[in-house]
């Protein structure tokens, strides 16, 4: 038998974030206490009204296929979402649903870049996007950016990473792994200079956006002149605890709604018919519904930058929003402790893994190598004993 595989898939990384929770769970089935804080998923349940809307459309048998780009009324429920909280306006026809954000993005890049495109990506940036642009065969063109600037990128740095070969520009705010947010005056600046570039298509992924701690969120579609470039994404997965329901959307100009659509008849058709009734729940639902876990969050970020704060060596910027620390522990890069030395933040993580027995991720995956992410989705409780033990295992190197 020829177990060839193809030169797309022997191409692809692994997820680093599923690598690190696959190690833990590996870890954990040998019986060891391995505290995981790799993976980016709220530790809070889907709310009641949200699993109520969807025992409802079991009732009411919701159980055939669906539109290829959703069904109306979630569009529709999209639609004056876009317009309620970021006074966007998307028609349902400039909306797609998907199988979570990721799929999202998936379609946008199949559906737009050729080989040979550019994708500028202001890192740090989210793991996967390096490979959808991979699985499109376009090129990716890493901007890069530091603690010291709150891993946020200018215009002048974007300006300067614009060839006539750049398609598009990815971004995310808030950004996972920085937590960094970008301001309404920020994004005006980067939408002043790519207006002057009509074919470069900006996409906006505005995931984290109800998980902010700076009171209100800014979309770069906002500004007329740019909005006919822009693509925002979103979903329901972080903002309203609904991972596992895998509902993600666009809005963009309706020549690219239309490609995504026409993309995703061909790969997934229309996603699942319940998760489609419990978003419209969720996005009928004004955002002060998941307030307490916003709360709860910036809680915990507190408590976690003042226990960073304590670990010799690591320098730290205050998330905006997400709920992510993304410290620079290159003062640990030399480092040694028996047979193993620290050359990176990927054999920091492993070291980490291995003699703390806690699973962050490699800033490699996100473009800051220097860096390493860790998640704050957790009990306070179980916050304070992983940072006890990063810690203690970090003051063994010299």
């Known amino acids: ?46 709310p009641d009204f949200i699993k109520d809307a969807a025992k409802k459309a079991l009732d009411e048998n919701y159980t055939h296929y669906t539109p290829v780009p959703g069904y109306l009324e979630l569009r529709q429920a999209i639609s004056k979402k876009f317009k309620r909280d970021n006074k966007l306006d998307y028609s349902p026809e400039q909306i797609v649903v998907s199988t979570g954000a990721k799929h999202s993005l998936t379609n946008l890049a199949l559906s737009i870049l050729n080989p040979g495109d550019e994708v500028i990506l202001l890192a740090p940036y989210w793991v996967s996007y390096i490979e959808m642009i991979k699985i499109a065969e376009a090129t990716p063109v890493l901007i890069s950016s530091s603690i010291s600037t709150d891993f946020k990128v200018t215009p002048a740095q974007i300006k300067a990473a614009i060839t006539p070969k750049t398609r598009m520009l990815w971004f995310s705010s808030p950004c996972n792994p920085s937590g960094s947010v970008y301001t309404k005056e920020e994004l005006f600046e980067i939408a002043q200079l790519l ?31 740019i909005n006919e470039q822009v693509v925002t994404i979103n979903g329901v997965s972080k903002g309203f605890a609904m991972t596992g329901w895998r509902i993600g959307y666009i809005g963009a100009p309706k020549w690219i709604a239309d490609a995504c659509t026409k993309m995703q008849g061909q790969f997934t058709s229309g996603t699942c018919s319940i998760a489609q009734k419990a978003a419209q729940a969720a996005l009928e639902a004004d955002a002060s519904v998941v307030s307490e876990m916003v709360i709860a969050f910036e809680k915990r970020r507190n408590l976690v930058f003042s226990l960073l704060s304590e670990i010799p060596g690591l320098v730290l910027n205050e998330p905006k929003g997400a709920f992510y620390f993304f410290p620079d522990v290159s003062a640990y890069f030399g480092k040694s402790y028996k047979n193993t030395t620290i050359t990176n933040s990927s054999d920091l993580c492993m070291f980490l893994l291995n003699e703390g027995l806690i699973a962050l991720v490699s800033g490699d995956a996100f473009g800051n190598p220097e860096c390493l992410r860790l998640s704050y989705a957790a009990s306070e409780e179980v916050l304070t004993e992983a940072i006890k033990r990063m810690k203690n295992t970090l003051a063994l190197l010299c």
């Open 1 to 46: 038998m020829n177990k060839t595989l193809s030169n797309r898939i022997n191409n692809l990384s692994e997820s680093q974030t599923l690598a690190m929770a696959r190690l833990s769970r590996e870890l954990q089935a040998e019986g060891k206490d391995v505290i995981s804080l790799s993976i980016g998923e709220p530790d809070f349940n889907t």
């Open 195 to 225: 207006k002057n570039y009509p074919d470069i298509i900006i996409v906006s992924d505005e995931i984290y956006e109800h998980i902010n701690f700076i009171g209100k969120h800014e979309s770069i579609a906002q500004f007329d002149f």
